[in-house]
């Protein structure tokens, strides 16, 4: 554990987590203070789990989003919030001729998407979705993000910013929650994870990251149309999956939840262990032999400006 806000025994803990223990809503400097906290200690979580959980045509959650991206040489792409870069690096093996940038705050995601993509192929700024201010008006044609729309508060801006920077035509999709039910057992683990959060937080949850309005497909799309006004927005639901030995599949899955880092390492033992009896799909006797199984419910959102 490398920040000071890590307590080998506690666990993690921000000024995010203590206004919530203080029964105060907040601000969003705690917020965007807790996120870098966590991406910090644990760079590349997401792209752990995403990466590894398919749809019935096999593809995951950074496939289906990068189908909205034409294969036209030169088309110009921005990933908003791109984290450790599996996106950008999927978007750099479909045409070498895209034109690549990648913008997040956290610097340790970004050192790694940096690592992983040949020298001089993407543009990576260390922005806030927020304020682009590395980035002209209409120079995009196409923005995409992946699993972030639902940490950033306020979201309002990031709205603004993203119309700003779009061409006309341009086009900005994003990958989100799906409805919980949209995945059979995702409520369950949700509710498993919590619980073990709640213990120390009973406000995480009511209180979470974000603007809770991405979270809703009805909210959202209310939300979007605000800023996207006269614009065409589909959003669709879809479920990925992914099996494996169970204890690893418990690991993959509790990492995906920004909630379950703030655990003291003793709880999150217990909490992996009662996940892992959740998550079996196949009853052997042996922990390694059990196989297990995780599905989540995602929603794809595309405007055309
Ligand atoms: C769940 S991760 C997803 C990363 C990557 N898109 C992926 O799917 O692998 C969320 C990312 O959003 C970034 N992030 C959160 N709030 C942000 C903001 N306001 N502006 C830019 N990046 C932000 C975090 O640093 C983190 O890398």
């Known amino acids: 554990m490398t920040n000071k806000n890590v307590n080998a025994r506690t666990g993690l803990n921000s000024i995010w987590t203590e206004s919530i223990a203080n029964n105060q809503q907040p601000d969003n400097k705690a917020l965007l203070a ?48 791109c984290g450790s870069g599996p996106l950008l690096k999927i978007l750099y093996d479909l045409n070498k001729n895209f034109k690549l940038k ?53 979201i309002t801006p990031v709205l603004n910013e993203i119309r700003r920077v779009l061409s006309a035509g341009g086009r900005f999709a994003a ?14 683990v949700y509710n498993l994870i919590y619980k073990y959060v709640q213990a120390k937080l009973p406000r995480y949850g009511e209180i979470d990251l974000g603007d809770p309005r991405i979270r809703s497909t009805d909210s959202l799309k209310n939300l979007l149309s605000q800023t996207f006004t006269d614009s065409n927005i589909s ?64 929603n794809r959102l595309v405007i055309t400006k």
């Open 34 to 81: 807790h996120l870098k906290t966590v991406h910090q200690n644990n760079a590349g979580f997401t792209e752990k789990c995403a990466s590894s959980c398919r749809d019935k045509a096999g593809r995951n959650s950074y496939e289906w989003l990068a189908e909205i991206v034409p294969d036209v040489d030169g088309t110009r792409v921005l990933d908003l919030a």
């Open 102 to 154: 990648g913008a997040d705050i956290s610097p340790e995601e970004l050192e790694l998407a940096k690592a992983r993509l040949p020298k001089g192929s993407v543009d990576l700024f260390e922005l806030k979705a927020q304020n682009l201010t590395a980035i002209n008006d209409n120079s995009i044609d196409v923005v995409l993000c992946h699993w972030a729309l639902t940490l950033m508060n306020p």
């Open 175 to 188: 990958l989100v929650n799906g409805p919980m039910n949209a995945a059979p057992g995702y409520s369950d």
């Open 235 to 298: 959003i669709e639901t879809s479920m990925v999956s992914m099996e494996g030995p169970v204890a690893e599949v418990a690991e993959t899955t509790a990492g995906f939840f920004y909630a379950s880092f703030i655990l003291s390492p003793e709880t999150r033992e217990v909490m992996l262990s009662k996940l892992s009896d959740l998550l079996t799909i196949s009853k052997q006797s042996r922990d390694l032999e059990r196989q297990g199984r995780f599905s989540m419910p995602i």
